[in-house]
Structures are given as C-alpha cells and as structure tokens.
C-alpha cells in the first residue's frame, strides 16, 4: 500500500515552509533520542542510585534498568496509535506540540527524581513511572515528525527529507554521549555518581522550550490540509480497509527491524557492554560510542539523498546485508586484546556508519507505505513495534543472554540476525509510482 498509487499529493508550497517543517519535526526527534542516549550512556548509574537495595547485585541492577528502558519502549506502540489517531484526525501541528510537552516534562523529572537511599523502594516506580510517560509520548513523536517532514518535501526529495529524522536521532545520541563524557571528565567518579547524572535530564527543559517555540509556528501540512477539506465537503475519505493497514504495519516492522536492533547494539548498548563484557573504562566506553554515532551520523543524509535517485531498497539492502556479514568480525576486532585503539575506533566507526544506510531512506520509505489518512497512525506504529521489540529489549536480551551463556559474541548475533529478516522483508519493497514517474 502506497500513498502515492492513490494519486498524487499536493505541492508543499513555498521552500521556506519546507524547511520551517524540517527544523520542527527533527528538534522533538534529538530530545526524545538525546534522552534515550543519556539514559543508555548512565544505565551503570541509575542502576546504582535505583535498582541496588542493600545486598542487591549490580548485575541484577543492571537488568532491571533495562528492564525499565524496554518498559518504556513497549508504550510507545500505545503512544503511536493514540497520537496517531489524533494527528490523523485533527492534524499534525497540535498533536506534535502536545508531545514535545509531555515529553520534555518527563525526561525533566527523571533528573529530579530522590534515589533508592532517599525514599526506599518507591524511587524505581517513580522512575518507571516517568519512562513510561517518555515512552508514550516518544510513541507519537516519530509518527507525526516523519509526516511532516515528508508531505511539506519537495517532489522527489522525500528521502533527503526523511532522512533528517534520522539524522537528529544521531545527533541527540551524540549530544548525550558528548554531555555524558564531558561531565565524566570534569567530575570525579563520586561526584558523577552523586549528582552529575542528573544535569543531562535537566537540560531536557530549555531544549524542550525551544522544541515548543518551534512547533507552534509549524503550519499544518497541505496533504492533511487537503484530505481535512475533503471530508469536511462530504467527499470521500482515502482511508484504506484496517486488514489492509495492519498489513502494511507487519511489513514495515519486518523492514525496519534490523535498523532498529542493529542501532541500539552499536549506538547505546555499546557502552555498558564494553564496561561488563570487555572490562573498558567508562570513559572509554563513551569515547566509542561517540565513534559509532559520528559513523551513524555520516551516512544517514547521504543515504536518504541516494536512495531519491536509485530507490530506497537498493540502498537499505547495502546496510542490512553489511550488519549480518561483518557484524561478528567487528565485534571480533574489539574483543582482541591486540587490536590498536585506531583500528578500535575505525571499527566502531564502521558499525554506526552500515547502520546509516538503513535509516536514511527509512523514515520515506515507511512514510510511503501509507495514505494521508492512516499516515501519521501507521508509519508512526510501525516504527513502534519495531523498536518496542528489537531496540527497547536489546539491552536487556543482550545483558542476560551474556550472564547465561558467557558468550560475548551475543550482541553480534543479535544484530545480525534481526538485519537478516529485513534483508528478506526488504526483498518485496518496490519504488512508489512517484519516484518511477508515472
């Protein structure tokens, strides 16, 4: 199901209106990443200061941390289809601005929050409690941002548009990682342990400020505009049968799923697998996952760039075929004792970048998948469930799976395997009738 097979949708109209778009839609994406990031990057620590009563092992802690990050990831299903509802009822502009408010609240409070020494066994709930509320509203973030950005495209662009999505995920997991390794060497351990992890969730409020200033001045986009006008004169809504987008809901989750496991793996996960797997410093572990983003970051422009010219499965294909040949032999190189730290860094490097080319065409490609009338509800849910499953429980999986087994090589067969479903699902992924041009 193509949006494009119904018949072309309406102009964007003037460049300065595209670009307003682009600017509102990506801000909500680097604050709800950036906070991901931050959570990821300190899983060590708010495990510490909430999951370790007195007696408790840090590996037990460390599970049910991620335990609470993939809690938070099953929500945003349920954030994706109630704010998707809403954004493909009253429009795209209201509900994105909703969003960016609960959204920075939450992540705001977690920086708040009194530690398990504090309040006792309250302190964990209260943080769940807050995940979940991130959770639900980062669930129709990328619904509504990837809307926007795609219907206020230019004709043939939509994946140069997309890809800033994308390409904002990047930079907020940068801007996470840059924050975490800067207060790692201005702080000593005890001051970071103390009260230095929380500036990160603090800065959530100004950036969230300027996220809402933004969003206020978006226009509504001309797609919805038009289908709103159409129903409103008693026409006929484009709004296929619900088999029909359940389908293409299960599809665009096979087709996004390797982008969402490999991404977590190498982005966020890397850091406390380094610390517990490989015995690297904090620091270190850090200074690597930069190294994986700055990759990730690269590609993700060009990718979506290419993928307008020779189609988007060609160019997604490249990255999920890379991650399930070379995933193993990366890990490898960093597991060897031998390795130089600049082949180290190029490898990390190297990682980040494969996954690159699955998100830049990403956003476009899932967009493309639905009508204006189920968009923001069905990319919005596809993109969900993907990442519920196969990056909120990478954490998790990964950590235990490794504490049952003593395999270190478990983050390379995750992520390998997941590239190789949407290797197949990527297969049956044919160009919309607009970039054919007909």
């Known amino acids: 199901m193509t949006a494009s097979a119904r018949g072309p949708e309406p102009r964007p109209g003037r460049p300065e209106r595209s670009r307003r778009a682009l600017f509102a839609g990506a801000v909500g994406n680097f604050i709800e990443w950036y906070e991901f990031g931050v959570y990821g990057y300190f899983a060590t620590i708010i495990a510490a200061r909430f999951f370790t009563p007195e007696g408790g092992s840090e590996v037990e802690a460390l599970v049910r941390t991620y335990a609470s990050f993939a809690l938070a990831f099953f929500f945003r299903p349920g954030g994706a289809a109630l ?22 609240v939450a992540t705001t409070l977690i920086g708040a929050l009194p530690t398990y020494d504090t309040i006792g066994a309250v302190a964990p709930w209260l943080l769940t409690f807050l995940r979940v509320l991130q959770g639900l509203s980062a669930g129709g973030e990328f619904g509504g941002a990837v809307s926007v950005m ?60 300027g996220a809402l200033w933004l969003r206020l001045r978006l226009d509504e986009t001309p797609a919805f505009r038009q289908e709103h006008e159409r129903a409103s004169a008693g026409g006929a809504s484009v709004r296929p049968p619900v088999r029909e987008t359940a389908r293409a809901i299960a599809l665009g989750a096979g087709r996004v799923m390797g982008w969402a496991a490999a991404g977590y793996t190498f982005l966020v996960v890397l850091p406390s697998y380094l610390q517990g797997s490989l015995n690297a410093t904090f620091q270190q572990a850090l200074l690597a996952t930069v190294a994986a983003n700055l990759g990730f970051a690269v590609t993700i422009v060009p990718a979506g760039w290419l993928s307008d010219r020779v189609g988007r499965r060609p160019v997604m294909l490249t990255g999920t075929l890379s991650v399930t040949v070379l995933a193993l032999p990366l890990l490898n190189l960093l597991q060897d004792t031998g390795t130089s730290t600049t082949a180290k860094a190029v490898t990390v490097f190297a990682a980040g970048a494969v996954v690159g080319l699955m998100a830049g065409p990403g956003p476009a490609m899932l967009s493309e998948m639905f009508p204006t009338s189920v968009r923001y509800t069905g990319l919005g849910l596809a993109y969900a469930l993907s990442n519920a499953v196969f990056s909120g429980c990478a954490g ?28 197949l699902t990527l297969l049956t992924l044919r160009k919309p009738r607009e970039e054919q041009g007909s």
């Open 150 to 209: 795609t219907e206020f495209a230019p004709a043939g662009r939509r994946g140069l548009y997309g890809s800033w999505q994308s390409f904002t995920v990047a930079l907020g997991l940068l801007g996470g990682a840059g924050v975490a390794a800067l207060l790692a060497s201005a702080l000593s351990p005890g001051e970071l342990e103390s009260w230095g992890w929380r500036l990160p969730f603090l800065l959530t409020l100004p950036l969230g400020l």
């Open 83 to 104: 704010f998707g509802r809403l954004g493909d009822r009253i429009g795209r502009r209201p509900v994105l601005v909703l969003v960016i408010v609960l959204m920075t």
């Open 396 to 423: 998790l999986i990964i950590t235990e799976t490794i504490r049952r087994t003593g395999s270190v090589d478990i983050p390379a067969y995750y992520a390998a395997a997941t590239c190789a479903v949407s290797t």
